[in-house]
């Protein structure tokens, strides 16, 4: 029980100083770091509410979310190798299941939709990354491998090793092949679905525009011409006169 319990808080730590380029010693990492915290005080959480002590479980959440920003409820199902970068503001529901040596930056909820009971939480597979900001709402799976992008808000299932952008999110990347138009992924330095599409938009109001410009021209010139029409029979009359 407890070299099981060394191992995990050991392979932890192994996660932190592997993922994050910042961590200078695994003693800073124990100590300081609040994401590393938040899970520790899941694993803890998690074992009394596994052993039907649900208050205790959610006092111990509650804590951890007032200490770290990060809120975890007990009932999640966290895999090992777990690193959340910088923590604040990170959210991850009931019925959560997230996989083996996932990633997961600021600000990123792993949330439900509706108020049904059951799994209403996404599953990540394993070797996720979540960047910042983004938010799976929904009982699907995030397949292992899988990338997505700072921002992006995922409503629905994503495949093994492909990369999610945008709002909603689409499959820009699977096994490293475009989908579509779309540049590598580092969290920022990604193609925009809706971005792409206000440039689209853009341009067509731009060609509508001129459109209407060139419209104008041919009305006014149409009107002028009616009026010089119109004052023909006037100057006839005036020199029969």
Same mark, same amino acid.
């Given at each position: 029980?407890?070299?099981?319990?060394?191992?995990?808080?050991?392979?932890?730590? #192994?996660?932190?100083?592997?993922?994050?380029?910042?961590?200078?010693?695994?003693?800073?990492?124990?100590?300081?770091?609040?994401?590393?915290?938040?899970?520790?005080?899941?694993?803890? /959480?998690?074992?009394?509410?596994?052993?039907?002590? !649900?208050?205790?479980?959610?006092?111990?959440?509650?804590?951890?979310?007032? !200490?770290?920003?990060?809120?975890?409820?007990?009932? /999640?199902?966290?895999?090992?190798?777990?690193?959340?970068?910088?923590?604040?503001?990170?959210?991850?529901?009931?019925?959560?299941?997230?996989? #083996?040596?996932?990633?997961?930056?600021?600000?990123?909820?792993?949330?439900?939709?509706?108020?049904?009971?059951? !799994?209403?939480?996404?599953?990540?597979?394993?070797?996720?990354?979540?960047?910042?900001? /983004?938010?799976?709402?929904?009982?699907?799976?995030?397949?292992?491998?899988?990338?997505?992008?700072?921002?992006?808000?995922?409503? #629905?299932?994503?495949?093994?090793?492909?990369?999610?952008?945008?709002?909603?999110?689409?499959?820009?990347?699977?096994?490293?092949? !475009?989908?579509?138009?779309?540049?590598?992924?580092?969290?920022?330095?990604?193609?925009?679905?809706?971005?792409?599409?206000?440039?689209?938009?853009?341009?067509?109001?731009?060609?509508?525009?001129?459109?209407?410009?060139?419209?104008?021209?041919?009305?006014?010139?149409?009107?002028?011409?009616?009026?010089?029409?119109?004052?023909?029979?006037?100057?006839? #009359?005036?020199?029969? /006169?």
């Amino acid at each position: 029980m407890l070299k099981s319990y060394l191992e995990n808080i050991k392979s932890e730590i #192994d996660a932190v100083m592997e993922r994050d380029p910042a961590a200078r010693s695994r003693l800073e990492v124990a100590l300081l770091y609040s994401g590393f915290k938040a899970v520790r005080s899941y694993r803890r /959480a998690n074992w009394f509410y596994r052993h039907n002590m !649900k208050f205790i479980a959610r006092a111990i959440s509650q804590r951890a979310r007032h !200490k770290t920003g990060v809120e975890i409820h007990p009932g /999640a199902t966290i895999g090992k190798g777990l690193f959340i970068d910088h923590g604040m503001g990170v959210v991850i529901g009931e019925t959560t299941v997230i996989g #083996d040596n996932c990633t997961i930056y600021q600000n990123v909820t792993l949330g439900g939709t509706g108020k049904h009971t059951g !799994k209403r939480h996404p599953t990540l597979g394993d070797n996720v990354m979540v960047g910042s900001g /983004a938010k799976v709402l929904g009982p699907f799976t995030v397949g292992s491998g899988a990338r997505v992008a700072a921002g992006a808000v995922v409503l #629905d299932a994503v495949p093994e090793n492909a990369t999610a952008v945008g709002v909603p999110a689409r499959v820009v990347r699977v096994n490293g092949m !475009k989908v579509s138009d779309s540049e590598e992924l580092d969290q920022i330095h990604v193609s925009d679905p809706v971005s792409q599409e206000l440039c689209r938009m853009n341009l067509k109001y731009t060609q509508m525009k001129r459109q209407m410009v060139e419209m104008q021209l041919q009305l006014e010139a149409m009107q002028k011409k009616l009026e010089e029409m119109k004052a023909l029979p006037a100057t006839s #009359d005036s020199e029969e /006169a």
